[in-house]
């Protein structure tokens, strides 16, 4: 393609965006007027914009580009899968592809999930467990079991459903998401606790929140616990060491299913196919999963369901039920052939071993920038991290400031060669499992000379000086 026919192009594209593309998370104000970047090209951990600026993909996609971007394997065994079979009907049929995942993601899943059943995407992995909760106590004789609990700064998916057991109130707030049988406990997020208040005594409190809110709405009311294992996009919270495990122990003893929501944390973000066992120790009744599954190369979500919890509402025990839910593309055999080729490429190329190894390097260097005052909070696990700025201390302005420090932020990198994910005054990182010790350091000088001049734009713009 000449350059003035790629130039035209991405003039196009960006005319045709603007007219025609109601975007994810669009601010209604700017709909229809905003000139956004378009993406060009992508190769390893680089995407390249309309200037053919090579920026390194700091959030990985969406969490989700594991294997990193132009690899030949990935798309020859898509182009092989769709040229041998693009689709199948997976409410009456089977092909080898989907089967094969299913064997796989079982062998790698922990405990007795055993069961997979296939989405499109994460949200319809996480509605598909919440309508499995609700199904299960209907086929069990138990129809009050069904309150849902879940914690604020989570995020669960974009379903009716899903989003009822957000608790984001940004993404709720002009819907109409609430429901009597859907309770929230408070933020797990350690940097908001009381000052005098340790991280122990802290992790106490939130395990018997759960427990109090079981018990007052009586242990034969609740179906299930859905929770993050590290909430993702409401900022990367990790939870005080042990909440987890507690967690599932207090589920078992009032017999409500644990649900982890793996959409983010699984196929080798905190360096295991998932997280749940070998880095939290739970071994839940559901797990859900999407986006690294295939490395972001084609759609696809997965839950995966315990040995137990299937015994106990099939065959002798179905009680004369269908599970009457799924999608045309559950199962996709192209999606699947996708997924296990990127499966393959984790294994073959050791890509967890290499995140065990990086992981802690990346979590030392992100550390270093709370020597930045502009820094309140750096946090993370494994190949996810999260830098949260606050310009604090000025009263109201100082407010007015932090809603777009993330997006400042954002700018600066882009100059400098680093795409981030910013979420109001934080920096989200997930960037794909390959990148290199030699990467992260690029990728981290950018972002502390980028929030260094954030901090010299605002106080030049402010007149004062941020200690
Ligand atoms: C933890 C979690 N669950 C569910 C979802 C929804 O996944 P999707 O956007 O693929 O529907 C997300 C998306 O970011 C997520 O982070």
Redesign the pocket.
């Known amino acids: 393609m000449s350059k003035s026919e790629q130039q035209y192009d991405v003039h196009q594209a960006q005319t045709d965006d603007r007219n025609n593309w109601f975007h994810p998370w669009e601010g209604m104000a700017d709909a229809g007027t905003a000139v956004r970047t378009v993406i060009t090209g992508a190769e390893g951990i680089y995407v390249y914009d309309e200037q053919n600026r090579r920026l390194i993909d700091g959030p990985g996609g969406?969490?989700c580009v594991q294997v990193g971007y132009g690899r030949e394997d990935m798309a020859r065994a898509i182009y092989d899968q769709a040229l041998a079979l693009p689709y199948m009907n997976p409410f009456a049929l089977t092909s080898s592809p989907t089967a094969r995942l299913a064997a796989k993601l079982a062998e790698l899943a922990p405990g007795d999930l055993n069961h997979v059943f296939f989405t499109t995407?994460?949200?319809?992995a996480?509605d598909t467990a919440l309508r499995l909760v609700h199904f299960y106590n209907n086929v069990k004789g138990r129809p009050n079991k069904k309150h849902l609990i879940s914690r604020e700064d989570a995020?669960?998916?974009?379903t009716y459903l899903?989003a009822l057991v957000t608790g984001k109130d940004r993404d709720k707030n002009w819907f109409d998401a609430k429901s009597s049988f859907v309770h929230f406990l408070s933020s797990v997020n350690p940097s908001r606790r009381a000052q005098d208040l340790s991280l122990e005594a802290f992790c106490d409190e939130k395990v018997k929140e759960l427990e109090q809110k079981i018990l007052s709405l009586g242990a034969e009311n609740v179906g299930a616990f859905i929770a993050?294992p590290i909430q993702?996009?409401g900022g990367v919270i990790v939870p005080p060491e042990g909440y987890i495990r507690r967690c599932w122990e207090i589920c078992k003893k009032y017999d409500v299913l644990f649900i982890a929501?793996e959409?983010?944390t699984a196929f080798g973000r905190l360096g295991h196919f998932f997280a749940s066992k070998d880095v939290f120790g739970i071994e839940p009744d559901m797990i859900?999963t999407?986006?690294g599954l295939t490395s972001g190369y084609l759609p696809m979500?997965a839950l995966l369901v315990s040995d137990r919890i299937f015994k106990e509402i099939s065959g002798a025990n179905a009680n004369g039920s269908t599970f009457g839910h799924g999608y045309t593309y559950s199962g996709h055999p192209v999606a699947s052939a996708a997924a296990l080729k990127s499966i393959e490429i984790i294994e073959r190329e050791k890509i967890l071993e290499h995140v065990r190894e990086v992981g802690p390097y990346f979590q030392k260097r992100l550390q270093e920038l709370r020597e930045i005052p502009l820094v309140a909070d750096v946090r993370g696990m494994g190949l996810v991290g999260c830098v949260e700025c606050t310009v604090g201390g000025i009263g109201e302005a100082s407010l007015e400031f932090d809603m777009n420090l993330g997006a400042r932020i954002d700018s600066h990198c882009h100059e400098l060669g680093l795409m981030v994910r910013p979420i109001v005054n934080k920096c989200v990182f997930s960037p794909p499992l390959i990148i290199n010790k030699e990467q992260i350091d690029t990728m981290l000088d950018i972002l502390k000379e980028s929030i260094i001049r954030t901090m010299h734009d605002i106080q030049h713009e402010l007149g004062i000086e941020l200690v």
């Open positions: 969406m969490w995407c994460g949200s319809t996480v995020y669960h998916g974009s899903c993050e993702a996009s929501d959409v983010v859900t999407a986006k979500g």
